[in-house]
């Protein structure tokens, strides 16, 4: 086949597969955000800090003192002191002994997993863990296996059977897609008696758990055992963008020296460091911003006929992804943005509603989506 005949099939084989995921309805489409009057249900900002003064400021400052970018990789010229700040405020809040800084919440998951872990470690991998995690684990080199969700009793089996001297759990707090939380602390269990590692993911429990949102991890008082890691992104209830890997200083130790993601990436912009540094001193400052999202999360919750979630995520099942991408419509014709998974980006093949609770909703918003959301989830 010529250059000219390859390109033809190359086409004509992209057309294919976009033609059969039309059929499926399963097509993605980027749509830019327009309509900025419409009530967000379906964002991941869970404490609405994004647009806060201070947060933007946060940014603004940090982009005035350091510049649009690190420069540079973190072991080069990269670091800078306010992402010494940052992953110092990172710990405080994680009550962790240490943490450090990627550029992506994906970075973070990448460089925990394939810095801790070899052709000498079974993992054990939670079946709803984000893409970050399964991608990871592949990255390894590391023999994997999935265990059902949410069941300690076929991670114990798992890791009962190993012949693997090192074991790594790989979990998230608070799912992302179905919302619900792990159970840590028959996990850490289970860790320990197994001497393995745990790695929790806590992008969706940092800001809405505990008492001022230090995670689940840490308002269970894990967080500072020396085989626990936790990874967080500073994208969503931070309201920036970067992540960070938390755990004992002899783990960021081996990941500065050793993980590749980190290694071999930019080091975090300064505006994401400084927007996420203000979000953290503004949950500091008020704390009754987690009881305000989890709050709205039980109203919306009652609405939907659905359980109150662990954190600010809620999950809807719907029929199939046309009458999940129909609600969606329906939503924002009455003015309200909510998101829907659909396979593949689905754990269990099922279409969903994602509904996300915010703390900065007022009674008034979340009555008016209550309404809403009783009609089309009736
Ligand atoms: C559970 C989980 N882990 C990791 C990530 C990746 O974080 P980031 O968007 O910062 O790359 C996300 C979301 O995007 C997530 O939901």
């Known amino acids: 086949m010529g250059q000219h005949g390859f390109v033809n099939w190359f086409l004509d084989d992209l057309a294919a597969k976009a ?26 900002d869970y404490l609405g800090l994004t ?10 400052s940090a982009a005035r003192t350091y510049g649009g970018g690190a420069g540079a990789s973190r072991l080069v010229t990269g670091t800078l002191p306010i992402h010494d700040q940052l992953e110092g405020a990172l710990a405080g809040l994680l009550q962790a002994d240490s943490a450090l800084a990627f550029s992506t919440g994906y970075h973070a998951n990448l460089g925990a997993v394939t810095a801790l872990s070899d052709a000498d470690t079974l993992i054990v991998s939670d079946a709803h863990v984000h893409a970050s995690l399964i991608d990871a684990a592949r990255l390894s080199r590391a023999q994997v296996a999935v265990a059902r969700h949410n069941d300690t009793a076929d991670v114990e089996r798992i890791l009962g059977s190993r012949t693997q001297p090192k074991a790594m759990i790989l979990v998230e707090s608070i799912y992302s897609v ?3 939380a792990a159970p840590l602390v028959e996990l850490d269990e289970i860790a320990r008696r197994h001497s393995s590692i745990l790695l929790i993911d806590e992008a969706h429990g940092l800001g809405v758990a505990g008492d001022h949102g230090q995670g689940l991890t840490a308002s269970l008082g894990l967080s500072r055992a020396e085989y626990v890691i936790t990874t967080v992104t ?4 931070l309201a920036a963008q970067g992540g960070a890997v938390l755990g004992h200083p002899a783990v960021r130790e081996q990941l500065v020296n050793t993980a590749r993601p980190f290694i071999y990436d930019t080091g975090l912009a300064p505006a994401a460091a400084g927007a996420a540094l203000a979000a953290i001193s503004a949950l500091n400052r008020d704390p009754s911003m987690v009881a305000r999202v989890r709050a709205n999360a039980a109203t919306l919750a009652e609405a939907c006929g659905v359980e109150p979630p662990a954190g600010a995520v809620l999950s809807i099942p719907m029929p199939g992804p046309r009458e999940a991408l129909a609600a969606v ?4 014709e009455h003015g309200i943005r909510i998101g829907c998974f659909r396979p593949p980006s689905t754990p269990d093949g099922i279409s969903r509603l994602r509904i996300t609770a915010h703390a900065h909703h007022t009674p008034d918003e979340i009555a008016r989506a209550t309404k809403v959301l009783s009609e089309i989830t009736r």
């Open 51 to 60: 647009n806060r003064p201070e947060v933007i400021f946060g940014a603004t």
């Open 329 to 332: 419509a329906v939503c924002a």
């Open 178 to 180: 179905l919302g619900d």
């Open 234 to 237: 500073l994208s969503k209830s």
């Open 19 to 44: 033609a059969e995921r039309e059929r499926l309805g399963l097509t993605r489409r980027l749509v830019a955000r327009q309509n900025e009057d419409l009530l967000d249900l379906a964002g991941n």
